[in-house]
């Protein structure tokens, strides 16, 4: 038999892709049986443990996991099938396998799923073959390790919106071939739904894009199948995405740096330059040709565009849908390449080299092709060579090259285990296992943890030391989220901020530990000198071992997770119970409980004699009901009575149950538990959300039972999903013969009953009178849909520079006065260093006021500041420095790395001097700036001004 060339070529370039991706990940890292560590990977290890240990045996796919930040509803909000599916691979290899080769699962599946998808779409040979070959141009993408799409960003944890975005690519081909033969509205439903249940953000943007079908074609029929299947995705999906909708309330996400206004040119990347001559071919012949496809891909790429603007109006994170602005192009790209190659004969050895050729650009760059060339020709130290290959590893329009990717997967996939400090880490937790207080432990906050594999590494605590710890990946997921970050910051010399409403708390261990008792933390380690030293000082701290740097306190030794407030709630009748919650936190009347209610009750008022409200509604109140409005909350915590009472409390813990034995009949008892919707008790008549993120009961009887039961959100998607996964195995049961003749042929009999079939033609009658412009394809609405979508983008770009200016002008000062040191001649700091020049409207220094004459002279010495920065944005440093000699000189560090040697032109007079901060720099809000002078020969810097400055952003000019 003649084997056709195209179906070989297409065979070999597919193969060849996946095993230039084989490289990278080596056996002998991926097959290793050891902890995956890295960024947030490690600690997703959890999320797996957890799903096979716990929540299957016990028939389960969401639960509470009370071992991160006082308890989180776990895959509430987070995404099941990756997880699920380690578990079912577990049953054949160790679970740290299945969890590593599910990790890389969406890299290789990504260049599988395109060229399917382009398949699917119709593109003629080797326009899917070639797309298949241009995923690594994305996948391996270094400018970006958070938004998703590339493999630094699955490393970095994001694994699961790897494997989604691989079915969304799928997905979106799949859509186009159903809807045009009106056929697999099976599978594009299934398909869909586990879009979803693997990222949010993808069906989001699936959701979007499908509506080009309603703007084309046969709308009305069109709009029949996407309701068809949409409808079904939906009940599939059910038992997730309806809990997640009815309890998001219940999460806890802060507006940072993610959510605000984006710059619009973060959807353009400058290395697919070439690319992008590709794809503007493919968009001009399309549509000179009026080509639904090119007209498809146009409408998702301002799809993703809209979303990305819209994050001023819907609460989203903007980054998630620029790997669709970045990859989309890529495949017009590749239809481009299909067009021109159309009078080639060999079409398939074109096909061979484009693909080559593409990883050969992706893995060396146009400098390391021509380093590469040199070496082979034996003229690697020709002086023009060596000039080409400096101009084209400088040149930001072209690819340069795999840097930092190996690298990153080894430190990965080596493991926990695999590091040197790794005794230390089974040390401590080994330490904590065995020690006889029950409470919860917490972890100083530090950079340095990175040695372990990851700074988050004591989220993987529980597994190895049996202990329940503050820290936690998701973060979203608890009510404690703000909470557990403000203690941090009271205990902890260098903790990150999320950026809730609350005030900022200072380091201050006795105010922390009080914070601590809060959520029963028993075990403090502390880890820095500096806190180390002031714990030891502290007689609330007691010493109990020293593990290397680390060192292990006990706290609130009379502490328990379920204890008698020390003065009597309050009660809020309130729907803005958060930020009650954050006022509290940060006031000094903590050991008075605010208790939230939307309404109140007669119960209620029996139990609370203090009631602050907080909404118009009308009670009955007992004679010693006292009432109080929010603007007289301070009053009202004042008015609470110390409660005085020698009753006994003891409580068991399980996974998803808490059992008390108490003689507090009657007495509010505080139980140290995140609160969530589906806690319910037993032995009290309900459960209150307690002040800032607790529980809250009054005991009835002297046996009381907490348990994480379901809600009717729960019941409602658990009936969904059944009644959806019922449909998909009826209709493949039909499609066997037997079944068909036998229960199928009854089922359409029924169907066929001569009554319902009546009552059908009467609500048709009764269709029948609508009015026309509601019974026509949609010839109204389209149109006024397309201008409205039109209107609003345009409406959001020209909003784009007043909203990068209220970002800016909130970003705030970075340091203050104790940020500043140095060993200088004259270092002049007598005046407010957080004064921004409204002259400049610059984010300044204490360097910065121009109307001052002082300066800093920088000799045989340095200054260093801190200055405030924009996380994932271009941001460029300004000095002003004064010159009237040639020798002076000076070296630039940031965040303590050399960046630059400043030298003079002795041109007499203040000279600005430019410099763009490096990327890698500019993944946090703040950098350190450090100007040091060390040349005996030179002269220093008289430096008058520094600060940041973000092009495109007025607030900056």
Known sequence: MKLNPEFVANCISILVILSFLSIFFPPDLILSNTTTTGGDMGSHYVLAHYMKNYLLPHKKLIGWYPHWMAGIPMFQFYFVPPYLLMSFISLFIPLEISFKLVTILGVFLLPLTTFLAMRFMGFEFPTPAIASGFTTLLLFLETQSQWGGNIPSTLAGEFSYMISFSLTILLMGSLYLGIKRKRYTIWNSVLLAMVVLTHIYTGIFITLVSIFFLLSGDRSRNFIYLFEVFFLAGLISGFWTIPLIAKLGFSAAPRDVFFDFPNLDIVIVPQFTLFYIF???????????????TLYFLWAILSSVFLILSIKYINLLYIRFIPFTYFIPLLLASDGLGRVSRNLRARWLFLIIVVLSTLIWVNLGVSGVISEIGKVAGCGDDPILKATESYFRDFPFVS????????????????????????????????????????????????????????????????????????????????TFPFFYYIQKEMSQDAWWPGFPIEMPSFDPDSGVESLRLYNVQYFVASSKETKDALDTNDRFRPL?????????????????????????????????????????????????????????EYDLSRFRIIVMDKPLRIQKNENTQLFYPEDITRALRSSQKIETDCTVTETLREEEILINTNCINQPLLVKISYFPNWRVEGAEKIYLASPSLMLIFPEKESIRIYYGETLADKIGNLSSILGILIVFYYLLTRNSRFRRSVHERLLILIRYRQLKTRISLLQGKLSHLPGFLRGNWRWFLPAFSVFFALLILFLYLNEQSSCNKFCLSRGYAGGEVSFQGTVDHYHLGYNHQTENKRHNLLCTALCDKTRPEMVYVSNGYVQFDMSIVKDRENRLYLRMWDNVNCRSGNLYIDDVFVKRIEGNGKFGWHDFEFKIPEEFADSSKITIKLEHSDPECYGW????????????????
């Not at 008289?942 to 000019?957: N, Q, T």
Request: charge should be negative; proline fraction near 5%; glycine fraction near 4%.
């Open 279 to 293: 794809a503007a071919i493919s968009v001009t012949s399309g549509i000179l040709n009026r080509d639904k496809k």
């Open 942 to 957: 008289d430096l008058s001004e520094a600060y940041i400055r973000v092009p495109d952003c007025r607030c900056y000019h």
């Open 400 to 479: 340069h090259g795999i840097t930092y990717i190996p690298s990153w997967i080894r430190w990965n996939y080596e493991g926990l285990e695999g590091k040197k400090a790794y005794n230390t880490f089974r040390e401590i937790n080994g330490y904590l296992r065995d020690c006889n207080l029950s409470g919860r432990v917490d972890i100083e906050y530090s950079n340095s943890y990175n040695k372990f594999g990851t700074p988050r590494v004591f989220e993987v605590s529980p597994i190895f030391s049996n202990r329940s710890v503050m820290e936690s990946l998701l973060l979203e997921s608890s009510l």
């Open 545 to 601: 071992k020293e593990i290397g740097e680390f060192k292990v306190y006990a706290i609130n030794e009379d502490s328990r997770y379920v204890e008698v407030p020390r003065r009597e709630p309050v009660l809020v009748i309130t729907d803005n119970w958060k930020q009650f919650s954050y006022d509290w936190f940060s006031s000094d009347y903590r050991e008075t409980p605010l208790v939230f209610s939307p309404t109140i009750d």
